[in-house]
């Protein structure tokens, strides 16, 4: 997955985009309840810090965008996966 990340971000920068909304989604975590059969990528907290890192590397402002869910005893804090970004 983190392959196919990076080529998106890519792809972003040659687009001349002036800006990047990210929508934080957290049914891709491991054990998250709400994300559909086989559909699950099972991603772990480090792994949102691997996607900050490319993201980083656009070069673009962002704004994160913390999706809602309802399994909120599941997930870590935004400030957890995503250390070091103004949410």
Known sequence: WLACFGRAA???V???AAVLVVSLGYDTLA???DARDG???A???ADFGRMRAVLDE???PMLVLQEA???CQYRPSPQQLMSGWVL
């Open 31 to 33: 054990g998250d309840p």
């Open 43 to 45: 991603l772990c907290p």
């Open 58 to 60: 656009c070069r673009l």
């Open 14 to 16: 040659c687009l001349v």
């Open 10 to 12: 890519f792809f972003i």
């Open 39 to 41: 559909a699950r990528l």
């Open 69 to 71: 869910s309802a399994a």
